[in-house]
């Protein structure tokens, strides 16, 4: 019997991909009436962990549709009482995104006005370098009030700690927080040189300075899971802060805790969060708050989104379109069928291994029954990943199965 294996092993970022798929809609009642020329209505439009999903799919609407929605149902202009915001994780996903490294996404963005957008953990997938290129073509920022540069303890350039927003005579405070699971969520080298504070001290130190820049609404955009958002609460009431948004475990959920509205969306753009407040600009206070979740529902495209959209497809047709083979039937992106296919062709490839192990959080959609494009591989398995060839002992390996692992072999 042998003890020493040939192992290749590809470290993938872990993610949850728990979705609740039902709508809430949750709010604390008005305490009282102020004269209505200080009552001013603020509705945040939410989403998060959007991964590059602007094309419609058999799972997604798609951006275009999401678009038309907001201004057909939630009656959405520039010029109204709108914040549209992102919790991160913005464009690692399908080839149409991650192909172009987010550009495609930050053009899409751009056209459907977010105002900001919080930085996750997949914005480093392609190095900071090129998190760079992209925040120097977003018409928004991207915030995080919680990393620092090791070297010199300062928020580092790419990352904008809050802003401050007029939206219908209020001025609201958007502070952006990042998962601390970063280091081992994102490609370890492309964040070496930073760290990422624990979110209460990161607001303990900035809420200040929002309200000295003279906001008078406070709300966290963050790439924080749900349960993570929740436990921020207490803190949140001290410091002032009325909405959370959360993200990074796509989960679907939103509710009011003592008063704070904490809002996550899911994913891929399937459904988004809505916050509506009634602000009083003389009592400088919170009047009410409704919380919800809604769906992104098949119906008419937005003809701008939908247009840069298309000529992102036209790109990648000619770029990944070519047939390499065909299903019958899909292989669902959580099943056997898709962890063999992957881990297997490993070892068909490299002949001198025994395992193969991967992070199944790193197989990132299905294949869908029909022909399969070299754009669908890349769908698959869109991260700029190197395999390693390792030669582990059997203790050692099987010390290395654990968690969220699958095996080939």
Same mark, same amino acid.
């Given at each position: 019997?042998?003890? %020493?294996?040939?192992?290749?092993?590809?470290?993938?970022?872990?993610?949850?991909?728990?979705?609740?798929?039902?709508?809430?809609?949750?709010?604390?009642?008005?305490?009282?009436?102020?004269?209505?020329?200080? /009552? +001013?209505?603020?509705?945040?439009?939410?989403?998060?962990?959007?991964?590059?999903? =602007?094309?419609?799919?058999?799972?997604?609407?798609?951006? /275009?549709?999401? =678009?038309? @929605?907001?201004?057909?149902?939630?009656?959405?202009?520039?010029?109204?009482? !709108?914040?549209?915001?992102?919790?991160?994780? =913005?464009?690692?996903?399908?080839?149409?995104?991650?192909?172009?490294?987010?550009?495609?996404?930050?053009?899409?963005?751009?056209? =459907?006005?977010?105002?900001?957008?919080?930085?996750?953990?997949?914005?480093?997938?392609?190095?900071?370098?090129?998190?760079?290129? +992209?925040? /120097?073509?977003?018409? !928004?920022?991207?915030?995080?009030?919680?990393?620092?540069?090791?070297?010199?303890? @300062?928020?580092?350039?790419?990352?904008?700690?809050?802003?401050?927003?007029?939206?219908?005579?209020?001025?609201?405070?958007?502070?952006?927080?990042?998962?601390?699971?970063?280091?081992?969520?994102?490609?370890?080298?492309?964040?070496?040189?930073?760290?990422?504070?624990?979110?209460?001290?990161?607001?303990?130190?900035?809420?200040?300075?929002?309200? /000295?820049?003279?906001?008078?609404?406070?709300?966290?955009?963050?790439?924080?899971?749900?349960?993570?958002?929740?436990?921020?609460?207490?803190?949140? #009431?001290?410091?002032?802060?009325?909405?959370?948004?959360?993200?990074?475990?796509?989960? +679907?959920?939103?509710?009011?805790?003592?008063?704070?509205?904490?809002?996550?969306?899911?994913?891929?753009?399937?459904?988004?969060?809505?916050?509506?407040?009634?602000?009083?600009?003389?009592?400088?206070?919170?009047?009410?708050?409704?919380?919800?979740?809604?769906?992104?529902?098949?119906?008419?495209?937005?003809?701008?989104?939908?247009?840069?959209?298309? #000529?992102?497809?036209?790109?990648?047709?000619?770029?990944?379109?070519?047939?390499?083979?065909?299903? @019958?039937?899909?292989?669902?992106?959580?099943?056997?069928?898709?962890?063999?296919?992957?881990?297997?062709?490993?070892?068909?490839?490299?002949?001198?291994?025994?395992?193969?192990?991967?992070?199944?959080?790193?197989? +990132?959609?299905?294949?869908?029954?029909?022909?399969?494009?070299?754009?669908?591989?890349?769908?698959?398995?869109?991260?700029?990943?190197? %395999?390693?060839?390792? #030669?582990?002992?059997?203790?050692?390996?099987?010390?290395?199965?654990?968690?969220?692992?699958?095996?080939?072999?």
């Amino acid at each position: 019997m042998r003890h %020493i294996f040939k192992i290749k092993i590809l470290f993938l970022p872990a993610l949850l991909t728990f979705f609740l798929l039902h709508c809430q809609n949750r709010s604390i009642p008005t305490e009282a009436i102020p004269p209505a020329e200080t /009552a +001013r209505q603020v509705v945040i439009l939410y989403t998060n962990d959007e991964h590059g999903w =602007m094309e419609e799919s058999a799972t997604s609407a798609g951006a /275009a549709a999401l =678009m038309y @929605q907001w201004k057909q149902e939630e009656n959405y202009t520039p010029e109204g009482p !709108f914040l549209i915001l992102s919790g991160g994780d =913005m464009w690692t996903g399908p080839a149409i995104s991650t192909w172009y490294r987010g550009k495609p996404m930050v053009e899409v963005m751009n056209a =459907m006005n977010y105002r900001a957008a919080a930085i996750g953990n997949h914005e480093f997938d392609f190095t900071v370098q090129v998190l760079r290129q +992209r925040l /120097a073509e977003a018409d !928004f920022p991207f915030l995080s009030a919680n990393i620092r540069q090791k070297s010199s303890g @300062q928020i580092p350039d790419f990352a904008t700690p809050y802003v401050v927003e007029e939206v219908n005579g209020v001025k609201v405070g958007l502070i952006g927080l990042t998962t601390t699971s970063t280091p081992t969520s994102a490609f370890p080298e492309y964040v070496a040189d930073y760290d990422f504070l624990d979110y209460r001290t990161a607001l303990q130190e900035v809420v200040p300075e929002v309200k /000295a820049d003279s906001a008078e609404l406070l709300v966290v955009v963050g790439h924080i899971p749900y349960e993570e958002a929740v436990s921020l609460v207490p803190v949140a #009431r001290t410091l002032g802060i009325s909405v959370i948004g959360a993200g990074h475990d796509h989960l +679907r959920d939103s509710g009011i805790y003592s008063g704070v509205a904490v809002v996550e969306s899911g994913s891929f753009l399937r459904a988004y969060g809505k916050v509506d407040i009634s602000f009083d600009t003389a009592a400088d206070t919170v009047i009410s708050i409704q919380v919800g979740t809604y769906d992104n529902k098949d119906g008419p495209p937005d003809a701008e989104v939908a247009v840069i959209v298309g #000529r992102w497809q036209s790109l990648l047709r000619d770029t990944l379109g070519e047939v390499i083979g065909y299903v @019958q039937n899909e292989i669902p992106r959580n099943s056997d069928e898709m962890y063999n296919l992957v881990t297997d062709s490993w070892l068909h490839t490299f002949t001198g291994a025994d395992v193969s192990l991967t992070n199944r959080g790193g197989i +990132r959609q299905s294949i869908p029954a029909g022909e399969i494009t070299l754009a669908t591989i890349v769908g698959v398995l869109p991260f700029e990943n190197s %395999i390693l060839r390792l #030669r582990l002992t059997g203790k050692e390996l099987e010390n290395c199965i654990i968690g969220d692992i699958i095996v080939g072999g």
